[in-house]
T-cell receptor
Framework: DAEITQSPRHKITETGRQVTLACHQT?????MFWYRQDLGHGLRLIHY???????NKGEVSDGYSVSRSNTEDLPLTLESAASSQTSVYFC?????????????FGAGTRLSVL | TQLLEQSPQFLSIQEGENLTVYCNSS?????LQWYRQEPGEGPVLLVT?????EVKKLKRLTFQFGDARKDSSLHITAAQPGDTGLYLC???????????FGQGTELSVKP
């Protein structure tokens, strides 16, 4: 069965370190998204991609970057981790066709920046 | 950017009770999705509503889309502990399948 997997599931890091969160999907979807989830804020979009070599900023992109070298993977990098980036991060993917985009989510990565 | 407001933010009830969760917008929805997120997991789509006045049922869950497409509700009949989780409404915006999410309703159903 197709799936979307995130790794690691839990990560503890120190302020200032570079951190990369992995996202891998086998749906063969063109669209991929990264969100962060904080209490009281629902899911907020960080970055998204519509295909290989395409990346776009979401509403909370400062301090994050992504790259898309193939269809399956969209890694999220925190260039210099800050305590404000402690959160749960979700990756999602969807088909590129149609206006009503159903997104399939990974299980999330819980990141703590100390 | 369109804002989606969900209410209540938290809800704790006993098994067997009924409940309703609301999702409201500052403008007209193009369509609306409801997701459920269980602890330690990612959100999973429950339903998509598209037409004003539409009602969809999923076992004990009833989803309504307002006639003017500015609000939606999720009603759960005879809640069970397995219904515990975070319920999120989301609207597609612009092209390309981007979603904007409400802040969610955290539901706890106690046995």
């Amino acid at each position: 069965d197709a799936e979307i997997t995130q790794s690691p599931r839990h990560k503890i890091t120190e302020t200032g370190r570079q951190v990369t969160l992995a996202c891998h999907q086998t749906w063969n979807h063109n669209n991929m998204f990264w969100y962060r989830q904080d209490l009281g804020h629902g899911l907020r979009l960080i970055h998204y991609s519509y295909g290989v070599q395409d990346t776009n900023k979401g509403e909370v992109s400062d301090g994050y970057s992504v790259s898309r070298s193939n269809t399956e993977d969209l890694p999220l990098t925190l260039e210099s981790a800050a305590s404000s980036q402690t959160s749960v991060y979700f990756c999602a993917s969807s088909e590129s066709s149609g206006h009503v985009g159903i997104q399939y989510f990974g299980a999330g990565t819980r990141l703590s920046v100390l | 950017t369109q804002l989606l407001e969900q209410s209540p933010q938290f809800l704790s009830i006993q098994e067997g009770e009924n409940l309703t969760v609301y999702c409201n917008s500052s403008s007209v929805f193009s369509s609306l999705q409801w997701y459920r997120q269980e602890p330690g997991e990612g959100p999973v789509l429950l339903v998509t509503v598209v037409t004003g006045g539409e009602v969809k049922k999923l076992k004990r869950l009833t989803f309504q889309f307002g006639d003017a497409r500015k609000d939606s509700s999720l009603h759960i009949t005879a809640a069970q502990p397995g219904d515990t989780g975070l319920y999120l409404c989301a609207e597609p915006y612009n092209q390309g399948g981007k979603l904007i999410f409400g802040q969610g309703t955290e539901l706890s159903v106690k046995p």
